[in-house]
């Protein structure tokens, strides 16, 4: 939905971005002679297709990397996405546009969940379908990890509970369970080319061992688009990201904001500023009023 506003940014040829913690506002040139590729998270790449985004910045001059998050279908989890089927067309289209090494495929988070005191589920139920379509599309790279506990989240489950809404709450699972089932994924990625990567899971990889095929993940990888497009991108790791949880991302520049450009994903675990906490807030100043 922040496609037009991305758009008309380019045109300008900068973005204006300010600091979360000190509110410090910064221009950044976004000129392509000044920038080497922009690298794009989504879910949902639905509106982004739709307006030829991809097809107006590639005439521009910019290079183009795509992270595409596909999870199991879930209403609970993720209920503001389009069908699964939907979004692995628009992978199917952006591979066709692009080659499938321009774009990651992110399976992320893992989670494990119980609802209203049920039995412990989890969200792997589409992987092997989504991982067969991702193998035929030519995709070779997978990247996840499993649910971090954020106190936005346990809140957010709180207020939902409260709003007579299904109770839920996640699971954290121990250790020998993530390093089996994470061993599980890797074998059967392995039988269809497919790489798995964990982000900023440095506990999880450091147990695996050192005979493991499993790498950490650069979400932004200086290196991969250097052989990708050539050029001389930023190489150097960026410290200031989750460094010591296992992020391997070179320095890049953000140009999101979670205050300014909440995502109305609406996704039970997301650790940012959803649309519906966005609309949570206003609710809340509305009903204090006199």
Not at 158 to 170: D, G, V
């Amino acid at each position: 939905m922040y496609t037009p506003w991305f758009l008309e940014q380019i045109q300008q040829g900068y973005f204006t971005i300010k600091s979360p913690y000190n509110k410090r506002v910064k221009i950044i040139n976004a000129l392509p002679q000044e920038i080497h590729s922009i690298v794009f998270w989504s879910k949902n790449f639905g509106p982004f297709l739709e307006l030829q985004a991809d097809r107006i910045l590639v005439k521009k001059g910019y290079n183009l990397y795509f992270n595409f998050t596909i999870n199991s279908r879930s209403s609970l989890l993720e209920p503001g996405l389009p069908k699964l089927e939907k979004r692995i067309n628009q992978a199917r289209l952006l591979c066709r546009r692009f080659g499938p090494d321009k774009i990651s495929w992110r399976f992320d988070p893992i989670c494990f969940y119980r609802q209203n005191n049920k039995q412990i589920e989890n969200n792997l139920n589409d992987f092997t379908m989504i991982a067969n379509a991702m193998a035929d599309m030519g995709i070779s790279r997978c990247v996840t990890s499993f649910y971090d506990d954020y106190k936005k989240i346990q809140t957010r489950l709180c207020r939902l509970s409260l709003q007579n809404k299904p109770n839920n709450f996640f699971v954290i699972p121990k250790m020998e369970t993530k390093q089996k089932l994470i061993q599980q994924i890797a074998d059967y990625l392995e039988t269809k080319n497919i790489q798995l990567f964990l982000c900023s899971e440095t506990s999880l990889f450091t147990n695996l061992g050192l005979f493991s095929r499993i790498e950490e993940n650069s979400c932004i990888d200086g290196k991969l688009l250097k052989k990708l497009y050539g050029g001389n991108p930023e190489t150097k790791r960026d410290y200031g990201q989750r460094s010591r949880q296992g992020c391997r991302c070179t320095k890049s520049i953000d140009i999101g904001s979670y205050e300014d450009h909440p995502c109305f994903h609406n996704c039970l675990f997301c650790y940012a500023r959803t649309g519906a906490d966005t609309q949570n807030k206003v609710d809340q100043n509305e009903n204090k009023r006199p």
